[in-house]
Structure formats: structure tokens, C-alpha cells
């Protein structure tokens, strides 16, 4: 199989021995590996979320379990389904799998990340100190920065077509290291561009409702740029990396057009549900906010029947 080398390592060895197995479901199950350090890192994550849930029931506090469910599931879940099961061996001979994985990793899990409001959770069960800490850096000025929604929106959309129109994508792919790290790197940039559009979480300088909706459909036209300029170049993504692995079962030029399609199709997708989302929030806001107001008058007519049945 074609597998990242070590730490250290330069470059992937390129062999007819070293290259995957037909793309299966079969070769997918059976490739699955968990001595990685993210591997390693999704457990130690799911591990202090849930302590964190059961430090809260221990107190008789509740925690959503759909919030849960969220973060475990799709999120956590869905990091480990495309990097440590058997889709990584694959990541480095075939763009769409490497498509999807970029799809997953910078958009798909980072919703359902943020869904499950970790650092909401944290807040609650954290000991006084740890959790002022916690907050300072919530409201530093580098978090205010990047949590900006027009900044994150500005790294989320400009990433993809720095890595993918140089020279930097064959770099990862001959360097181990660099692969991971651009993985690291999607899901980074996905959680910051989601994280404060979904706002469930206490960070900075909130956008409201309308304002989100619209950053999120102007990443649309993005995606589908770039998913159809790679479906429609004439030129190799990664040069000749991908025929120099002289895979009889798979078409470099029919892969890349699938891999664009992923891209486009994908992103428009998880977009379109995401706006949809946002107008859920948005409403629910409005019926609380509505429900507030009701309350409010409703005491301040019951001040005044009140305050009417005292005079003289």
C-alpha cells in the first residue's frame, strides 16, 4: 500500500510494491490503521468531552444528548472515517479521495465540531481557574482576528486555490509530513469559518442572523469555480505524480474530473444545508425574542392593573 512514512521521512516511496490495492469497500475496511497521532488525538478528544458530560450529570446538571451525539458522530466520527480507516491509503493515489477527504475535513465535520459546543462544555465543568484561562483566550485579540467572520471567511475560500494552483500540493504529496499537516490545516480553517456562524459557542463579536447567511452563500460561487476548473483542466493536478504510480485500475484524467465534481457538487450541498440551518436559528431566535417581548408586556400590564388598583 502507498502509506505515509514516518516523521522524518522525505519523501513517499513510489513501487509497484507500495501502491494500494483496486479502490473497494473491502480494501477500504481492511486498510484501517490506529497507530497515527490523529487517531491517537480523536480519542483523547472524545475521551475529555465525554468526561466532561459526566461531570455535569454528576452535579445534576443536563447536557444534551444530540449535542453529543453531534460531536461524537459526524464530527469526531467523520475525521476518523476518512483518515483512519482505509481511505488513507488512498489519499495519496487517487485526487478524489483526496477530494473527499478535503470535503469532510473543512466543512463537513467542523459543522457537527461546532454543533456540539465543546467550548460551551468546557465552561461548565472547568475549575475557576482553568476556565478564566480558557476565556482570556477566547477573547484575545488573535481569537478576535480570526474569528472575524469576514477573516475566516477570506482563509476558508482562499486556501483551497493556493494549495491546489502551485506548486504546494505535489509538495504534499511527496512529503508525509506535509500531507498530514494540510489535513490538520482543513480542519483547522473549517472550524474557524463555522464555528462562529453557528454562534453556539461564547466567542467574539457575533454576526447576526441575515449577515451569516449571506457570508455563507457567497461561499457557493467558490466552490464551484474551483470544482469546475479542475474538472475542466487539461493539466495534471500534482504533475506527474499520479501517473508515475502506474495504477492499472484507475485513470488519472477521469479521476481529477471526478474529484472536481466531488468539489463542486459537495460544496454546494453541505452550503445550500448550512443556509438552511442558519434560517432554523434564525427563526427559533425570533420566536424567543418574541416570546421575550410577550413576557415583558405581559408584566409591565400587570404593573400597571397593579399600580391602577392602588390609587385612591
Same mark, same amino acid.
Given at each position: 500500500?502507498?502509506?505515509?512514512?514516518?516523521?522524518?521521512?522525505?519523501?513517499?516511496?513510489?513501487?509497484?510494491? &507500495?501502491?494500494?490495492?483496486?479502490?473497494?469497500?473491502?480494501?477500504?475496511?481492511?486498510?484501517?490503521?490506529?497507530?497515527?497521532?490523529?487517531?491517537?488525538?480523536?480519542?483523547?478528544?472524545?475521551?475529555?468531552?465525554?468526561?466532561?458530560?459526566?461531570?455535569?450529570?454528576?452535579?445534576?446538571?443536563?447536557?444534551?444528548?444530540?449535542?453529543?451525539?453531534?460531536?461524537?458522530?459526524?464530527?469526531?466520527?467523520?475525521?476518523?472515517?476518512?483518515?483512519?480507516?482505509?481511505?488513507?491509503?488512498?489519499?495519496?493515489?487517487?485526487?478524489?479521495?483526496?477530494?473527499?477527504?478535503?470535503?469532510?475535513?473543512?466543512?463537513?465535520?467542523?459543522?457537527?465540531?461546532?454543533?456540539?459546543?465543546?467550548?460551551?462544555? &468546557?465552561?461548565?465543568?472547568?475549575?475557576?481557574?482553568?476556565?478564566?484561562?480558557?476565556?482570556?483566550?477566547?477573547?484575545?485579540?488573535?481569537?478576535?482576528?480570526?474569528?472575524?467572520?469576514?477573516?475566516?471567511?477570506?482563509?476558508?475560500?482562499?486556501? @483551497?486555490?493556493?494549495?491546489?494552483?502551485?506548486?504546494?500540493?505535489?509538495?504534499?504529496?511527496?512529503?508525509?509530513?506535509?500531507?498530514?499537516?494540510?489535513? &490538520?490545516?482543513?480542519?483547522?480553517?473549517?472550524?474557524?469559518?463555522?464555528?462562529?456562524?453557528?454562534?453556539?459557542?461564547?466567542?467574539?463579536?457575533?454576526?447576526?442572523?441575515?449577515?451569516?447567511?449571506?457570508?455563507?452563500?457567497?461561499?457557493?460561487?467558490?466552490?464551484?469555480?474551483?470544482?469546475?476548473?479542475?474538472?475542466?483542466?487539461?493539466?495534471?493536478?500534482?504533475?506527474?505524480?499520479?501517473?508515475?504510480?502506474?495504477?492499472?485500475?484507475?485513470?488519472?484524467?477521469?479521476?481529477?474530473?471526478? &474529484?472536481?465534481?466531488?468539489?463542486?457538487?459537495?460544496?454546494?450541498?453541505?452550503?445550500?444545508?448550512?443556509?438552511?440551518?442558519?434560517?432554523?436559528?434564525?427563526?427559533?431566535?425570533?420566536?424567543?425574542?418574541?416570546?421575550?417581548?410577550?413576557?415583558?408586556?405581559?408584566?409591565?400590564?400587570?404593573?400597571?392593573?397593579?399600580?391602577?388598583?392602588?390609587? @385612591?
Amino acid at each position: 500500500m502507498l502509506a505515509a512514512t514516518p516523521v522524518g521521512t522525505s519523501t513517499l516511496a513510489v513501487s509497484a510494491e &507500495a501502491t494500494p490495492p483496486p479502490f473497494t469497500v473491502g480494501a477500504v475496511l481492511t486498510e484501517t490503521r490506529l497507530d497515527s497521532w490523529l487517531a491517537l488525538g480523536l480519542v483523547l478528544v472524545a475521551g475529555l468531552y465525554l468526561y466532561g458530560v459526566h461531570r455535569l450529570r454528576v452535579r445534576g446538571d443536563r447536557w444534551p444528548v444530540a449535542r453529543t451525539a453531534l460531536f461524537l458522530g459526524p464530527g469526531l466520527g467523520g475525521i476518523a472515517l476518512v483518515t483512519v480507516s482505509g481511505l488513507h491509503a488512498y489519499d495519496t493515489a487517487l485526487l478524489s479521495v483526496h477530494m473527499v477527504q478535503h470535503m469532510v475535513l473543512s466543512m463537513v465535520s467542523p459543522i457537527f465540531l461546532a454543533l456540539g459546543a465543546p467550548m460551551t462544555l &468546557a465552561l461548565r465543568t472547568l475549575p475557576v481557574g482553568p476556565r478564566k484561562r480558557l476565556l482570556a483566550i477566547v477573547h484575545s485579540r488573535v481569537a478576535r482576528v480570526y474569528s472575524f467572520p469576514l477573516v475566516a471567511f477570506a482563509i476558508f475560500v482562499v486556501n @483551497p486555490f493556493v494549495l491546489y494552483f502551485s506548486d504546494l500540493y505535489r509538495y504534499t504529496l511527496e512529503h508525509a509530513w506535509a500531507h498530514e499537516l494540510v489535513h &490538520a490545516h482543513f480542519i483547522m480553517t473549517g472550524c474557524v469559518f463555522f464555528w462562529p456562524l453557528l454562534g453556539l459557542d461564547p466567542l467574539p463579536g457575533r454576526w447576526p442572523y441575515p449577515a451569516r447567511a449571506l457570508l455563507m452563500l457567497l461561499s457557493v460561487p467558490f466552490h464551484t469555480v474551483l470544482g469546475l476548473t479542475i474538472m475542466q483542466s487539461s493539466t495534471l493536478f500534482g504533475g506527474d505524480w499520479y501517473p508515475s504510480l502506474n495504477l492499472d485500475w484507475a485513470d488519472p484524467k477521469a479521476d481529477q474530473v471526478l &474529484a472536481g465534481g466531488i468539489l463542486w457538487a459537495g460544496g454546494e450541498f453541505v452550503s445550500v444545508t448550512m443556509i438552511a440551518v442558519l434560517v432554523v436559528q434564525w427563526v427559533k431566535q425570533s420566536e424567543r425574542e418574541a416570546r421575550r417581548l410577550d413576557r415583558e408586556l405581559d408584566r409591565q400590564e400587570a404593573r400597571e392593573r397593579a399600580a391602577g388598583a392602588a390609587a @385612591p
